[in-house]
């Protein structure tokens, strides 16, 4: 639980994203499985950067890196 709270305020304070996002983020990409430790790191940060920027929502862009990871890709 530490590590994720740490995880979730780095990210928010490198996306400039809410904490409540982050943690939504990191869960959701956390939960598929389908990340290495690294790699969640990597895909939460470009996550909420991507959704931030086209205004799309977080749980959209996640659901997308995820059907990416499982090599279906729209």
């Known amino acids: 639980e530490g590590q994720f709270n740490s995880l979730a305020q ?42 931030k920027a086209t205004g799309t929502s977080t749980g959209e862009v996640v659901e997308q890196f995820i059907r990416a990871a499982d090599g279906v890709a729209d």
Do not use: H, K, V, Y
């Open 10 to 51: 780095t990210l928010s304070q490198t996306t400039n994203t809410s904490i409540g996002s982050a943690r939504d983020t990191l869960r959701q990409l956390a939960g598929s499985g389908r990340f290495s430790a690294e790699a969640l790191r990597q895909a939460s940060a470009a996550a909420q950067l991507l959704a």
